[in-house]
């Protein structure tokens, strides 16, 4: 592709209009070498690595011309869905556990030009022999230090092996690597671009600490959560049974929290994801799971219920908000005797009052339709059956997460119900829809 061609795609499909530095600096790169870039998240690395991957691209030729592996389901999703966007003209595939085997396959009748897949599943298809990559030329691995902590280090290590020809590669990391695998196929350079601290969002952040008078800091998080402006937010635990003590409490409380954790099943996470982007849920309760890897927007705050276990996650956590150009805020609640880390740091103190002006609040609802994109059902084709059948104005109608078999669609909680009762008898698009409340 032609650098003109990814620029304007990136301005007219995302709405960018102005690259930033690190972006720049990486458009910047001959299609040819290894290139690891050190960014943290939120900085905007995954358009960073795609315009030299993208530079790299031939026309489109029947083959598999660049791979890209990355840790977790979720951003697998979201790399491929920014690469589609800005790639026209050339096929992606994401594949990822927990998607149907078979329908991977089937998108391999006509090989795709770019694959985004998580190590485990790209191996699984390699020993499979459902797809060959002897002429990839372009390989990213990002979140490299996320996926050797989860230990990918062998899938990785198997797929290059099987990886000949390629000649240019590009490693992203949120912390400094010791050094470079030993199994990355070889090339003719060795660069690394550190935009570790410019881009770290840390400048545009505010970190509150939030003392707690008792050790049980479940008051206290509830005293902060009503306190703070409208908007999205993740509190942070380290152990899944604590977030989900987090999230009863909360509920009982009557805040408008959902869960996330390794422990729930893939839709209910994705799920999770989706309400707190919607609305729906604005307040998020989850493991370190959910610190990276996410495409989450807008978030106000971070909340840190327990001290992070490292410097890492401390990183990271915070990494989820004061995103790009946004700014955020923190909040550290600790209680008396607690040995702070020497990671962790505060601008000022704050004592939650209870209450707020304008409190995060939600007037959202999610529907979940059992139909989706392999049904042939479009997100225009939800818009017009809402307003067509369900009375809804266009305006009503908030985000929709259009999947392979079903859609969630933000409405108004206020006619929710309503439209259950009143769609159930309709069809979409000549097919009949099971239609229910995603709580």
Avoid at 184 to 195: A, M, Q, R, W, Y
Avoid at 329 to 358: A, F, L, M
Wanted: aromatic share 6%.
């Amino acid at each position: 592709m032609k650098e003109k061609e990814i620029k304007d795609n990136i301005r007219s499909r995302l709405g960018i209009e102005e690259l930033n530095a690190m972006q720049k600096r990486m458009a910047q790169l001959p299609s040819k070498g290894t290139v690891t870039l050190l960014a943290p998240t939120g900085s905007g690395k995954t358009i960073s690595f795609a315009i030299p991957l993208f530079k790299s691209l031939r026309e489109p030729c029947g083959n598999i011309q660049a791979l890209v592996m990355a840790p977790s389901r979720e951003l697998v999703l979201q790399i491929a869905e920014v690469i589609r966007r800005i790639a026209t003209g050339y096929k992606t595939v994401a594949f990822y556990g927990g998607h149907p085997m078979q329908e991977e396959i089937n998108s391999l009748s006509v090989p795709p030009d770019i694959v985004v897949a998580t190590p485990g599943r790209l191996l699984d298809h390699l020993k499979r022999g459902s797809m060959q990559t002897s002429g990839v030329k372009a390989l990213v691995l990002d979140e490299y230090d996320k996926s050797l902590e989860l230990g990918f280090a062998d899938e990785m290590k198997r797929v290059c092996k099987r990886l000949p020809s390629v000649s240019f590669i590009i490693l992203t990391s949120a912390t400094r690597l010791a050094e470079l695998p030993s199994y990355l196929p070889p090339t003719k350079s060795v660069e690394t671009i550190d935009f570790s601290e410019s881009s770290s969002p840390r400048k545009k952040m505010q970190i509150v600490h939030v003392p707690s008078p008792v050790r049980d800091k479940i008051d206290t998080l509830i005293d902060l959560l009503r306190s703070l402006p409208d908007g999205r937010v993740i509190v942070f635990a380290n152990h899944r049974e604590s977030v989900e003590r987090i999230y009863e409490a909360l509920r009982k409380a009557a805040l408008p929290a959902g869960i996330y954790h390794g422990g729930l099943e893939q839709h209910e996470r994705e799920n999770a994801i989706e309400l707190l982007n919607n609305g729906t849920t604005p307040i998020l309760v989850s493991t370190d799971l959910g610190s990276r890897g996410l495409d989450i927007a807008d978030l106000s705050a971070v909340v840190h219920y327990h001290l992070p276990p490292s410097p890492e996650a401390w990183t990271h956590r915070n990494g989820r908000t004061a995103r790009q150009d946004a700014t955020g805020e923190v909040y550290v609640i600790t209680s008396d005797g607690e040995n702070i880390p020497d990671y962790v740091e505060w601008d000022r103190d704050y004592v939650p009052q209870g209450h707020s002006d304008r409190p995060i609040t939600t007037t959202t609802a999610t529907l979940y339709f059992n139909v989706g994109k392999k049904e042939k059902i479009s997100r225009g084709d939800i818009v017009g059956f809402l307003i067509a059948k369900g009375g809804l104005e266009a305006s009503q109608i908030g985000r929709i997460a259009l999947r392979d078999h079903s859609a969630l669609v933000a409405v108004p909680s206020s006619e929710a119900q309503r439209l259950i009762r009143q769609l159930s008898t309709e069809k979409i698009k000549n097919t009949r829809a099971k239609i229910s409340l995603l709580a």
